[in-house]
């Protein structure tokens, strides 16, 4: 049975960036289903996530096929669709060294967790998404993945992000008959436990939008960049200085 709440469903909302969104997003009246991997890195999500609020905590990993077809009986039983899909869930293993230090798992283990776990939920999730009212998904991807910007570091991140914003490309194109807009988002460079605290932006300043100068909030994004069309845009944050303005001139965002 549909009920009529809204919904959106993301994915690595243990912490980070990912956790913020969850929070934004039920203050906004959004049922958020609130996805984490291991209980032992959830405390601060179930902290935030009190029993029968707006925030569902759902243990996922959104790399195992098993795991999605829970995920998707909970989401169907409680609210019968979903409105946004939020694929946040990464990693960034640190390999800081030139290629020729890199080994094949290197690469596979960034591939798997940043383009097959999108790739899996959003198809898991397609049939619930073609229920929901708002029809959007979402994929958290990085200037890193930019070609043309890449300094050479990190490259088993970079290459899985460029891969992610083809994917998302692809996503779009495939679900514009069903009036699925699919986005990629750019959130800056945050103070997670991935991005370290030399970043410049708090996570309240990347999903809000109220860095010093102003940038683009994510949820904003969510809502002025969506397109019938399943456009693939950046949600560019103003504190990211000449590199942004090089990828949104490179972009046309």
């Given at each position: 049975?549909?009920?009529?709440?809204?919904?959106?469903f993301?994915?690595?909302?243990?912490?980070?960036?990912?956790?913020?969104?969850a929070l934004?997003?039920?203050?906004k009246?959004?049922?958020?289903?609130?996805?984490?991997r291991?209980?032992?890195?959830?405390?601060?999500?179930f902290?935030?996530?009190?029993?029968?609020?707006?925030?569902?905590p759902?243990?996922?990993?959104?790399?195992?096929?098993?795991d999605?077809r829970?995920?998707?009986?909970?989401?169907?039983s409680?609210?019968g669709?979903?409105?946004?899909l939020?694929?946040?869930a990464?990693?960034?293993?640190?390999?800081?060294?030139?290629i020729?230090?890199l080994?094949?798992?290197?690469?596979?283990?960034s591939?798997?967790?940043?383009?097959?776990?999108?790739?899996l939920?959003?198809?898991?999730?397609?049939p619930?998404?073609?229920?929901?009212?708002?029809?959007?998904?979402?994929?958290?991807t990085?200037?890193?993945?930019?070609?043309?910007?890449?300094?050479?570091?990190?490259?088993?991140?970079r290459?899985?992000?460029?891969?992610?914003?083809?994917?998302?490309?692809?996503l779009?194109?495939?679900?514009?008959?069903?009036?699925?807009?699919?986005?990629?988002l750019h959130?800056?460079?945050?103070?997670?436990?991935?991005?370290?605290?030399?970043?410049?932006?708090?996570?309240?300043?990347s999903?809000?939008?109220s860095?010093?100068?102003?940038?683009?909030?994510?949820?904003?994004?969510?809502?002025?960049?969506?397109?019938?069309?399943?456009?693939?845009?950046?949600?560019?944050?103003?504190?990211d200085?000449?590199?942004?303005?090089?990828l949104?001139?490179?972009l046309?965002?």
């Amino acid at each position: 049975m549909r009920s009529e709440e809204r919904t959106v469903f993301i994915s690595g909302a243990n912490r980070g960036i990912g956790l913020g969104m969850a929070l934004l997003m039920a203050g906004k009246g959004y049922t958020v289903f609130a996805g984490y991997r291991e209980e032992a890195r959830a405390e601060r999500l179930f902290q935030k996530a009190p029993e029968d609020g707006p925030v569902v905590p759902v243990k996922v990993d959104v790399t195992r096929q098993t795991d999605l077809r829970g995920l998707v009986d909970t989401i169907a039983s409680r609210a019968g669709h979903l409105d946004i899909l939020i694929n946040s869930a990464g990693i960034n293993p640190g390999k800081a060294g030139g290629i020729d230090s890199l080994s094949l798992k290197d690469f596979t283990e960034s591939f798997v967790v940043n383009v097959g776990g999108p790739f899996l939920a959003t198809r898991y999730l397609l049939p619930l998404l073609k229920e929901g009212r708002e029809k959007k998904v979402v994929n958290i991807t990085s200037v890193m993945g930019s070609i043309q910007l890449s300094t050479g570091d990190m490259v088993p991140y970079r290459v899985s992000k460029a891969a992610l914003n083809m994917l998302t490309k692809n996503l779009a194109i495939a679900y514009q008959p069903y009036g699925i807009t699919v986005v990629g988002l750019h959130p800056g460079w945050v103070r997670t436990d991935m991005g370290g605290p030399e970043a410049p932006l708090s996570v309240e300043e990347s999903v809000n939008g109220s860095g010093d100068p102003p940038g683009r909030a994510l949820v904003q994004s969510l809502r002025l960049r969506t397109r019938p069309m399943g456009w693939v845009s950046i949600g560019l944050r103003g504190d990211d200085g000449p590199q942004a303005e090089r990828l949104r001139d490179h972009l046309g965002t």
